[in-house]
């Protein structure tokens, strides 16, 4: 008696702990239940349609079971009644052969027309009946980052990919060593990336200017789930401003401060075998172009000077393992390192960077509550961010900003 309540307990305990940790997630930046783009909205209202549909059945098949418990059980004064038997009824085994195909087809028919538009990467048709222009994006996976080239721009970069809001981008994908997949939950849906010389195509769409975060969704190796990248969503104006920006670079620029040079010498040096900054087809190691403005170091680490000589110095092994910047052959004087760095913090084509994402959805607060080790603490913490993170919207910004220093960034957010 005593063993069966415990182990009642414990399931309710599992469960509200569950429940906890559940709830930090859905960040705005990295959910798919809050959809910001196009193909992320259909996806959610076919998610939409069918929990409806299963609660509807879910809501039927209890009240009646319910009714049923209640109307037929023993009946003191007549233990032995059975009730008439309904075996072989015709009527009911067609309406509950009925009833599910008709679920089916309400379910299918949106699904299957879904599934096809968001297939559909043939280009745009305006008023007029013309074929629009289409800006095609040509990206690689690899481990662990992404490559993005713009299609007859001359603009390459890495890691975080600038598009235009209001306007489908046509992305054509593959992936340099394994299988990949590249996901932003906010905008769109998942498309893996294939070695093998076969190029997959999709569109994004993003409605709202931000900062979306991505994630690879296919197991690629030790550093796969922190292979995580950005779209930044800016004004269609913005992004033409910033194309022409990138367009301009060659990478010989001279830096201002002496020390940028030498570390824009050592960078040669050293690092341009893998490295590009300026256009370049893609190489073994991301882009560098417009480095200066990148929100986080190989997608993951926080972006200072300290980490980035850090990285330098220790080629990512235990900030990310597994890395191939592991095969360079290079040794450095820490001031050496410290040159470099210097040089590629200064890489800033562009004004437009990721502060141009006005309506940012992107808060600096969100992203380091996916991380909750580095604020010290385990599930309480968790939780707790999941609160600030729904007040934040309207009356949390003060509570927010005595916590960390980029309240000026969630000020904007209004
Ligand atoms: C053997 C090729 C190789 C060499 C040489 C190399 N790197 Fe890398 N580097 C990589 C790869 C691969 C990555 C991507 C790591 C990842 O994110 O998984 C990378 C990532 C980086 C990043 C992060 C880029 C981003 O977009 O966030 C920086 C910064 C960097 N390298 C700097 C350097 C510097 C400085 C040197 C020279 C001192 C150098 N690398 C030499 C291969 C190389
Ligand atoms: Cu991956």
Same mark, same amino acid.
């Given at each position: 008696?005593?063993?069966?309540?415990?182990?009642?307990?414990?399931?309710?305990?599992?469960?509200?702990?569950?429940?906890?940790?559940?709830?930090?997630?859905?960040?705005?930046?990295?959910?798919?239940?809050?959809?910001?783009?196009?193909?992320?909205?259909? %996806?959610?209202?076919?998610?939409?349609?069918?929990? &409806?549909?299963?609660?509807?059945?879910? =809501?039927? &098949?209890?009240?009646?079971?319910?009714? &049923?418990?209640?109307?037929?059980?023993?009946?003191?004064?007549?233990?032995?009644?059975?009730?008439?038997?309904?075996?072989? @009824?015709? $009527?009911?085994?067609?309406?509950?052969?009925?009833?599910?195909?008709?679920?089916?087809?309400?379910?299918? =028919?949106?699904?299957?027309?879904?599934?096809?538009?968001?297939?559909?990467?043939?280009?745009?048709?305006?008023?007029?009946?013309?074929?629009?222009?289409?800006?095609?994006?040509?990206?690689?996976?690899?481990?662990?980052?992404?490559?993005?080239?713009?299609?007859?721009?001359? &603009?390459?970069?890495?890691?975080?990919?600038? %598009?235009?809001?209001?306007?489908?981008?046509?992305?054509?994908?593959?992936?340099?060593?394994?299988?990949?997949?590249?996901?932003?939950?906010?905008?769109?849906?998942?498309?893996?990336?294939?070695?093998?010389?076969?190029?997959?195509?999709?569109?994004?769409?993003?409605?709202?200017?931000?900062?979306?975060?991505?994630?690879?969704?296919?197991?690629?190796?030790?550093?796969?789930? %922190?292979?995580?990248?950005?779209?930044?969503?800016?004004?269609?104006?913005?992004?033409?401003?910033?194309?022409?920006?990138?367009?301009? =670079?060659?990478?010989?620029?001279?830096?201002?401060?002496?020390?940028?040079?030498?570390?824009?010498?050592?960078?040669?040096?050293?690092?341009?075998?893998?490295?590009?900054?300026?256009?370049?087809?893609?190489?073994?190691?991301?882009?560098?172009?417009?480095?200066?403005?990148?929100?986080?170091?190989?997608?993951?680490?926080?972006?200072?000077?300290?980490?980035?000589?850090?990285?330098?110095?220790?080629?990512?092994?235990?900030?990310?393992?597994?890395?191939?910047?592991?095969?360079?052959?290079?040794?450095?004087?820490?001031?050496? $390192?410290?040159?470099? $760095?210097?040089?590629?913090?200064?890489?800033?084509?562009?004004?437009?960077?990721?502060?141009?994402?006005?309506?940012? =959805?992107?808060?600096?607060?969100?992203?380091?509550?996916?991380?909750?080790?580095?604020?010290?603490?385990?599930?309480?913490?968790?939780?707790?961010?999941?609160?600030?993170?729904?007040?934040?919207?309207?009356?949390?910004?003060?509570?927010?900003?005595?916590?960390?220093?980029? @309240?000026?960034?969630?000020?904007?957010?209004?």
């Amino acid at each position: 008696m005593m063993k069966g309540w415990m182990s009642k307990f414990k399931a309710i305990f599992a469960l509200i702990v569950l429940a906890l940790v559940l709830s930090g997630c859905g960040k705005p930046f990295l959910s798919a239940l809050q959809p910001k783009g196009e193909g992320a909205e259909m %996806i959610y209202d076919l998610m939409i349609l069918s929990i &409806v549909i299963m609660l509807f059945v879910f =809501v039927v &098949v209890m009240v009646i079971y319910t009714i &049923v418990i209640i109307k037929y059980r023993q009946k003191k004064d007549d233990p032995d009644f059975i009730p008439k038997q309904t075996e072989g @009824s015709h $009527a009911l085994e067609t309406l509950w052969t009925v009833i599910p195909i008709i679920l089916l087809l309400i379910l299918a =028919v949106p699904t299957v027309q879904y599934t096809f538009a968001l297939a559909d990467t043939s280009p745009e048709i305006n008023e007029e009946g013309e074929e629009q222009d289409s800006l095609w994006i040509n990206i690689t996976g690899a481990q662990y980052w992404w490559h993005f080239e713009y299609d007859g721009l001359e &603009v390459s970069t890495s890691q975080e990919l600038y %598009i235009p809001t209001d306007r489908r981008v046509y992305l054509s994908m593959s992936s340099q060593d394994v299988i990949h997949s590249f996901w932003v939950p906010a905008i769109d849906g998942k498309m893996d990336v294939n070695p093998t010389g076969n190029t997959n195509e999709m569109t994004l769409l993003a409605k709202e200017e931000g900062v979306y975060w991505g994630k690879c969704a296919e197991l690629c190796g030790p550093s796969h789930s %922190i292979m995580d990248f950005k779209v930044i969503a800016v004004s269609p104006g913005e992004f033409e401003q910033w194309v022409k920006d990138m367009q301009g =670079v060659t990478g010989e620029e001279t830096p201002e401060s002496a020390t940028a040079q030498e570390g824009q010498q050592l960078f040669a040096d050293n690092c341009m075998t893998c490295h590009a900054v300026g256009s370049s087809p893609n190489k073994i190691g991301p882009n560098l172009t417009n480095f200066g403005d990148r929100l986080k170091i190989a997608g993951v680490v926080d972006y200072n000077k300290e980490n980035l000589i850090e990285w330098i110095q220790t080629k990512g092994k235990e900030m990310k393992p597994g890395n191939h910047m592991q095969d360079a052959p290079y040794n450095l004087k820490d001031e050496e $390192a410290e040159k470099i $760095a210097e040089y590629l913090m200064g890489l800033s084509p562009s004004d437009i960077t990721p502060e141009s994402a006005e309506d940012s =959805v992107y808060k600096d607060s969100d992203l380091s509550s996916l991380f909750p080790e580095e604020e010290a603490e385990g599930e309480g913490e968790q939780s707790q961010d999941g609160e600030s993170e729904e007040g934040s919207d309207g009356e949390g910004s003060s509570e927010d900003g005595a916590e960390d220093e980029n @309240s000026d960034e969630e000020n904007n957010e209004e």
